[in-house]
Structures are given as structure tokens and as C-alpha cells.
């Protein structure tokens, strides 16, 4: 194969590595940009929940940091957290059906009892 032909081939292959993701970051909006295209009952509800999903975010970012404290894979360490929330409300669930039932009795007995 001829020099020429590299230096072509070299040149349309850069030209596309470079000149492609180039192209596409010219070519994509920003967010501001984005954000400005929505209707403004868009815009007011993505403002309204701004706070929420960024709160949110900032709750599974500080999750993953502790997962990955743990010397098990982070979906391990995951699954693990999950089944002990699961059981902490089963728990919790449990407490409360138990106190309702107390309660209930307490009003039983006291509405036989005062008659």
C-alpha cells in the first residue's frame, strides 16, 4: 500500500474519531436548553420536584458509599440492607398491629365492663 493511501486512511479516521463526538457535542442541547423548551406547567412541576429527586439521588449516592465500605460486592451488600429494612418493617408492622389489638381489647373491656 501506496503513503498515500495511510495518510487518507489515517486522516478519515481521525476525522471520524474526533470530528464524530465533536459533531454530537455541538449538536446536543444542554440541559438549561432543555429545560427551557418544556411548557411552563412542565417547568413549574420539574421545579417542584427538583428538591425531592435530588434529595433522593443524594440518598442512593451516600448508599452506594456504604455498600461499598463492605468487603462484598455492592449488590450483595445491597440485597443484604434491603432484606434488613424488609424485616425492620415487618417488625415495625407487627408492633403496631399488636398495640391496635391492645387497644381495641382495652375498648372492649371497658365498654363491658361500664355497662
Known sequence: MSKVLW????????????????????????????????NPDLQRRSLEN????????????????????????????????EANQKATYAEEQRRIAEDIQKRRDEIKRHSISGK
Open 7 to 38: 495518510a487518507k486512511m489515517l486522516a478519515a479516521g481521525a476525522l471520524m474519531c474526533i470530528g464524530g463526538p465533536a459533531l454530537i457535542y455541538y449538536v446536543s442541547p444542554t440541559e438549561e436548553e432543555l429545560f427551557k423548551r418544556y
Open 50 to 81: 427538583r428538591q425531592g429527586r435530588q434529595q433522593d439521588f443524594d440518598n442512593f449516592v451516600g448508599k452506594l458509599k456504604e455498600y461499598s465500605k463492605s468487603d462484598k460486592p455492592i449488590w450483595e451488600a445491597a440485597a443484604i440492607d
